[in-house]
């Protein structure tokens, strides 16, 4: 299991991915039904903002809206999809 207090304050992508398919987490079920209910924007943007701030990710320098238009959230695959969420989360293209 991830040491999960290593999360804060810095950007670990394996991290914010085990977050998100944890079965127990209340993160992984708020994706999963931003997910299955084809969330908008707005809804994806709150979430992302959401977890930042709750494991103090900070220096993202590059806006949501930047990043919403480089990844697909809404990914066919689940796994890609996944992936994609977290790197939106970290600030990654």
């Known amino acids: 299991m991830k040491n999960k207090q290593s ?9 914010v991915e085990w ?5 127990e ?9 931003l ?6 924007m707005y809804e994806w943007e709150e979430f992302v903002g959401l977890f930042r701030t709750r494991f103090k990710i900070e220096g993202v320098k590059k806006s949501f809206n ?3 238009q480089n990844h ?4 066919h695959s689940p796994e ?5 969420c977290a790197d939106v989360i970290i600030g990654d293209y």
């Open 25 to 33: 987490s209340e993160w992984g079920e708020w994706w999963y039904n």
């Open 35 to 40: 997910y299955m209910n084809e969330a908008d």
């Open 80 to 84: 890609a999809a996944i992936q994609e």
């Open 72 to 75: 697909t959230l809404l990914n």
């Open 19 to 23: 977050y998100l398919t944890d079965d």
């Open 66 to 68: 930047l990043l919403w």
């Open 7 to 15: 999360i804060n304050g810095v950007i670990d992508k394996d991290i």
